[in-house]
């Protein structure tokens, strides 16, 4: 696919139109949207303000110039480069991360399973809650919960370097504590006296290819693939680690594949969580599995 080129004299209207087009011929559905937020990107840094793309609407029905390197930028997202990865954010519940090559970019279904550790929380009415979040990636979940539960203490872990370094950026300021280790061993001190710990680990099956550019190319492998040809080795180990982090009546949440539902009810009961239960994301596929540890 050939470059998107800019026309000299021709104003943002004109090029977000033409940048969106461009982007959907490229296979990219928000094509549009992501003209309207590269701009933004751009604009933002001319203006040393941030800039929303509901400005940017607005911008471009004034006759506004289109911003130094527009073309280039949407160039490089019909390559499918990540938008994240361009602008170096990226949205998550209330929170505006910072993200870039080397780290897992947070999906909008991880928004849910941040919901249920919430509800849970909310419903216990715990005070001062200990949570842990393994395999933590950009922080988007340990951020998350930070910043919606005052005076919760949150650990984070994460095993990649790459990613820790992106994870403390956006964990630092939220007091949490962010440990570069295995997840499956981290946080000897916290054996049994955890309330919560959530997990989205790698869980892709071996072998398996991405169907999206963007994953496939550009998101981690250590981020990705679980190890096995089910996809399960490495969510076994993190589910293993978390029963053994919380204390009795904790509860642990982790994230997985559509397809592994039936794989990861059974991993929980086997590791002897009870009321184990299937959790549907937004779109009506199984996306979460949730389990507590025993009272005795």
């Known amino acids: 696919m050939s470059d998107f080129v800019y026309q000299p004299g021709e104003e ?9 087009a461009y982007l959907q011929s490229a296979g990219i559905d928000s094509g549009l949207v992501d003209a309207q937020l590269i701009a933004a990107h751009l604009v933002s840094s001319e203006l040393g303000e941030d800039v929303s793309r509901g400005r940017i609407q607005s911008m471009a029905l004034t006759g506004t110039a289109v911003p130094a390197g527009f073309a280039e930028l949407v160039s490089e997202r019909g390559a499918r480069v990540p938008l994240q990865h361009l602008t170096g ?12 090559p080397g780290v897992f970019t947070p999906r909008p279904e991880t928004e849910l399973l941040v919901d249920h ?7 216990r009415s715990l005070e001062n809650p200990v949570v842990v979040d393994l395999c933590t990636g950009s922080g988007a979940i340990a951020a998350s919960v930070a910043t919606e539960i005052p005076g919760s203490q949150v650990f984070a872990v994460e095993l990649s370097e790459d990613a820790c ?6 964990l630092e300021p939220v007091g949490v504590q962010l440990v570069q280790g295995d997840a499956t061993d981290a946080l000897e001190h916290l054996v049994g006296e955890v309330d919560v710990v959530v997990t989205n680990p790698p869980y892709i099956p071996n072998g398996a290819v991405p169907k999206d550019p963007e994953v496939r190319d550009h998101d981690p492998h250590l981020a990705l693939f679980g190890g096995s040809e089910d996809g399960m080795k490495i969510p076994s180990a993190i589910a293993d680690r978390a029963y053994q982090l919380l204390k009795p009546g904790g509860f642990a949440i982790m994230e997985h594949a559509e397809t592994q539902r039936e794989l990861a009810a059974s991993l929980f009961k086997n590791l002897g969580f009870t009321g184990v239960q299937s959790i549907d994301d937004l779109a009506g ?6 389990g507590r540890k025993p009272l005795g």
């Open 12 to 20: 943002l209207d004109s090029a977000l139109h033409r940048a969106g």
């Open 89 to 100: 954010q990226a949205y998550f519940r209330h929170l505006t991360l910072r993200v870039g």
């Open 117 to 123: 550790v919430l509800d849970y929380m909310r419903f």
């Open 165 to 170: 370094a992106w994870a403390a950026l956006n």
């Open 285 to 290: 596929k199984p996306r979460h599995t949730a």
